[in-house]
């Protein structure tokens, strides 16, 4: 009887624990809240009225030319190497004259065969035994044979490359023992007396800002951390088909220590200002971009969420990126992290 008792005792308190754990409040088996994301903001503003702006370029001498043979051969010998200085004149390369002698030896036997057969043909024509077109025709052969002779006899002359004026090798494009067609590149060099040039691949809207004889500081960290002052030479006056960019050339001063291919940063000073409303938002917040669009995120005050818009990006710089569409003055985008956003989240504002 003491046992049953003690089990009656215990199906209430059991009863009452199983109540207990379903009356648990609701709070306690909620999912947590989802936290918001902190972001930072940019206005959206005009971009600055300065007329500098900076482009990066490569350093070539003015006049860089590519010198060949007037006609297809074997190469006998290059005589230079890359990176040396030559001087007006000096031999570079020549072809194996066996060809071209052989060619202009040919040229002068045929030649003097058609003269000999025009005095005889004249004579004949003389005494009417022949008519007169093929006497004619007999003059032709001789001229044309006298005309290869001229041809051969400028191929063996110019069987060797001779350097057009003072210079700097740059490329050895060929070497002794292979056959080379006529005008194929055997050797380029710089022409020192055309001096340096910085040349800049432009965009169509910072050319539009640039003129003849504009100032640039140019930086040539390579050579030293202190900018050169140059000025503005020459200005392309059609883009370049592959990456639609106008070359601008910045005539750089003698400077010690210049070489074809040395990377310079040109700031070009006092350019035509920016056109009126342009527009610019930080790099970081363009997402998505390609060809000439983007995306950014716009926040919205009035319900704490940002909204992805299109926008038309035109030129891009250290400053920011010019937006030709889809932005006001005025609005608000998020500057950084926007790989974290999606489309009406909600966001948390930094101070």
């Known amino acids: 009887m003491r046992v049953l008792r003690t089990a009656k005792t215990w199906a209430p308190l059991a009863a009452l624990a199983l109540l207990s754990a379903c009356s648990k409040p609701a709070a306690e088996t909620k999912a947590p809240a989802e936290q918001l994301i902190t972001v930072s903001l940019a206005h959206v503003g005009a971009a600055s009225a300065s007329s500098e702006f900076s482009a990066t370029g490569t350093v070539r001498f003015k006049r860089e030319t590519a010198l060949s043979f007037?006609?297809?051969?074997?190469?006998?010998?290059?005589?230079?190497?890359?990176?040396?200085?030559?001087?007006?004149?000096?031999?570079?390369?020549?072809?194996?004259?066996?060809?071209?002698?052989?060619?202009?030896?040919?040229?002068?036997?045929?030649?003097?065969?058609?003269?000999?057969?025009?005095?005889?043909l004249r004579k004949l024509a003389e005494q009417g035994w022949i008519t007169r077109p093929r006497l004619e025709a007999a003059e032709a052969s001789a001229a044309a044979a006298r005309a290869r002779v001229e041809q051969?006899?400028?191929?063996?002359?110019?069987?060797?490359?001779?350097?057009?004026?003072?210079?700097?090798?740059l490329k050895r494009h060929l070497e002794p023992g292979q056959v080379v067609a006529a005008g194929q590149p055997v050797v380029t060099i710089g022409e020192i007396a055309s001096g340096y040039v910085l040349r800049l691949p432009l965009t169509d809207t910072d050319m539009a800002r640039i003129r003849l004889g504009q100032r640039a500081s140019v930086l040539l960290l390579a050579l030293s951390p202190q900018p050169i002052f140059a000025?503005?030479?020459?200005?392309?006056?059609?883009?370049?088909?592959?990456?639609?960019?106008?070359?601008?050339?910045?005539?750089?001063?003698?400077?010690?220590?210049?070489?074809?291919?040395?990377?310079?940063?040109?700031?070009?000073?006092?350019?035509?200002?920016?056109?009126?409303?342009?527009?610019?938002?930080?790099a970081t917040a363009i997402f998505g971009a390609r060809a000439d669009e983007g995306f950014v995120y716009v926040f919205d005050a009035k319900t704490g969420t940002v909204k992805a818009r299109m926008v038309g990006i035109g030129n891009v710089s250290d400053g920011g990126v010019e937006i030709v569409s889809g932005l006001a003055a005025g609005d608000k985008v998020v500057r950084s992290g926007v790989d974290r956003l999606r489309d009406g989240l909600k966001v948390r504002v930094a101070a």
């Open 70 to 120: 007037n006609t297809n051969g074997r190469i006998a010998a290059v005589s230079v190497v890359e990176g040396q200085a030559v001087v007006a004149g000096q031999a570079l390369a020549r072809l194996d004259p066996t060809g071209l002698d052989a060619a202009s030896a040919a040229a002068r036997a045929e030649a003097a065969r058609a003269s000999a057969d025009l005095v005889r």
């Open 152 to 169: 051969t006899g400028f191929d063996v002359r110019f069987g060797h490359i001779v350097a057009p004026t003072a210079g700097i090798v």
């Open 231 to 282: 000025t503005v030479s020459e200005v392309g006056a059609r883009s370049d088909d592959r990456t639609g960019t106008f070359q601008v050339e910045v005539k750089l001063p003698p400077t010690p220590g210049l070489r074809s291919g040395l990377i310079g940063r040109a700031t070009m000073l006092g350019g035509a200002p920016l056109a009126a409303g342009t527009l610019k938002v930080p």
